[in-house]
């Protein structure tokens, strides 16, 4: 038997590499709570710290199986282009999913206006980088930014992606802010269509789920931080059976570990379903590949080897290798 296997690398669709600096940190009743100490560290960042900091982060996605990462970023337009640097420094693929970003949280996340976000943008892209964008979520984007942005994404055939329904007190406000649940505001604004990703949709109802379906709009789910932040399950079955694409994120850098993440998100979905292969392994090992380089509008991305001589794999069956990768391994399971 050769002494490994080669397979599509992971691609994780969703991170914000400076997050990876609470780990281990507990401050915080709930994720409001938690918010208040990712901002604090998020205010202090300067563009050298961002740079050395996400190469770390970058290399420890490679090692575990990452080759292709969407970074979602909101800490300026500078610090933006060290985390691209910060990336091929370290030999990852990056898309720079510019957070836009009109109220709330820093004063460094925010842009005057949706000319101003999109001049951003354009000064990234014409310097190189691989762009998306990126309407933090409905908390931060009232309605004519995501009307913009919408239209300016699918004018360009840019990927969008936004933060939408992962807490219940989101729902809240924007219903009472607009008479209407947040992915229903992203699909009458324009940011619902092939090239857009909603990160989270943790507490989606049907209709945002048809709207998503419809529009052929895929959802990344980031199922380690949203255990660790209290978030709630992802709909996984609902999402599956309408053929909605599923992709894969570390988001908060918590863990980062693309076996884990698909171990937990058919986890989720057997809880809830009390059923066993809810989604087939090999969907979900596209979830972890083909869908998340969809979401990122990138067409070639780096393999990985599997160490088929890792302690985690002994007697196991080359037929069952890929589901014992998924429900057996860490990504220590891949050679660095
Ligand atoms: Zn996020």
Same mark, same amino acid.
């Given at each position: 038997?050769?002494?490994?296997l ?30 208040t100490a990712?901002?604090?560290v ?5 563009p ?7 190469v770390?982060?970058?290399?420890e996605?490679l090692?575990?199986?990452y ?16 985390? =691209?640097? *910060?990336a ?5 693929? @990056?898309? %720079? !999913?510019?957070? /836009?970003? $009109? &109220? ?11 000319a ?6 354009e000064?990234?892209?014409?310097a190189?980088?691989?762009v998306?964008?990126?309407p ?9 930014w ?44 324009g940011c ?6 909603? =990160?989270? *949709? ?6 945002? @789920?048809? %709207? !998503?379906?419809? /529009?052929? $709009? &895929? ?11 209290g ?7 609902e999402?599956?059976?309408r ?11 918590v ?17 809830q ?5 809810v ?13 998340g ?23 196991v ?6 589901a014992?990768?998924v429900?057996?391994?860490g ?6």
């Amino acid at each position: 038997m050769e002494a490994t296997l080669t397979l599509p690398g992971f691609v994780n669709a969703h991170s914000h590499a400076f997050q990876r600096a609470l780990r281990g940190r507990t401050e915080g009743d709930d994720f409001w709570g938690w918010r208040t100490a990712m901002l604090d560290v998020a205010e202090g960042l300067s563009p050298g710290q961002v740079r050395s900091g996400y190469v770390d982060v970058y290399r420890e996605m490679l090692a575990a199986g990452y080759t292709a990462v969407g970074e979602f970023h909101y800490l300026g337009l500078a610090e933006a282009q060290e985390a =691209v640097a *910060a990336a091929e420094e370290a030999g990852i693929a @990056l898309v %720079l !999913l510019l957070s /836009a970003y $009109a &109220r709330g949280g820093l004063a460094r996340s925010r842009q005057e206006s949706p000319a101003a976000y999109l001049e951003q943008l354009e000064e990234l892209r014409t310097a190189g980088a691989r762009v998306g964008l990126a309407p933090h979520s409905v908390r931060a984007c009232p309605r004519d930014w995501l009307e913009e942005l919408g239209r300016y994404a699918a004018a360009e055939g840019l990927p969008l992606h936004v933060h939408a329904n992962e807490q219940p007190k989101e729902i809240e406000e924007c219903l009472a802010e607009h008479g209407m649940r947040p992915i229903e505001l992203l699909a009458e604004t324009g940011c619902l269509g092939p090239n857009s990703t909603v =990160v989270h *949709a943790t507490h989606a109802d049907a209709h945002e @789920l048809d %709207l !998503l379906a419809e /529009a052929g $709009a &895929r959802v990344c789910v980031c199922p380690t931080t949203e255990a660790n932040l209290g978030d709630g399950f992802a709909p996984v079955e609902e999402l599956a059976t309408r053929g909605i694409g599923i992709c894969i994120g570390s988001d908060s850098n918590v863990r980062i570990d693309p076996l884990e993440e698909l171990r937990e998100l058919e986890g989720i979905a057997r809880r809830q379903t009390g059923r066993r292969n809810v989604v087939p392994v090999d969907a979900l090992l596209s979830y972890g590949t083909r869908e998340g380089a969809a979401a990122l509008g990138i067409d070639t991305w780096a393999d990985v080897e599997v160490d088929l001589t890792h302690r985690s794999l002994a007697g196991v069956d080359r037929a069952d290798l890929e589901a014992a990768l998924v429900f057996g391994c860490g990504a220590d399971v891949f050679v660095a």
